[in-house]
C-alpha cells in the first residue's frame, strides 16, 4: 500500500496503457487498479462509490467561485487550551 501511495503517478500511466494492478495492506489485496474499460457496472444498479461522481463536476464552471464562497461562510476557529493530561 504504502508503495503503492508513493508511485500512484506512474501507476495511473501504466494503467492507461493496459496494465493491471492488485493493491495489498498487511499481505491481504483490498484493492484492484484496472483500466476502465475493465470495469462492468452491475446491471440495473446505479454506479456505487467514485464510480458515482465520476466526471460529474468535469463540465462545472463555477466550481472555483463555490469553493470560495464556501470557504467564506465559514467561521474562524477558536483556540481552545491544551488538556492537562498528567
Not at 462492468?40 to 466550481?63: F, H
Request: avoid cysteine; aromatic fraction near 4%.
Amino acid at each position: 500500500m504504502a508503495d503503492a501511495k508513493r508511485r500512484f503517478s506512474e501507476i495511473i500511466e501504466r494503467v492507461s496503457h493496459g496494465e493491471r494492478f492488485i493493491i495489498a495492506r498487511r499481505g491481504a489485496e483490498v484493492m484492484a487498479v484496472v483500466p476502465p474499460s475493465d470495469v462492468t457496472l452491475t446491471a440495473g444498479g446505479p454506479p456505487v462509490g467514485l464510480a458515482a461522481v465520476a466526471g460529474a463536476l468535469s463540465d462545472w464552471e463555477e466550481i472555483d467561485a463555490d469553493v470560495d464562497a464556501l470557504y467564506a461562510m465559514r467561521e474562524p476557529a477558536v483556540d481552545r487550551p491544551v488538556p492537562d493530561l498528567g
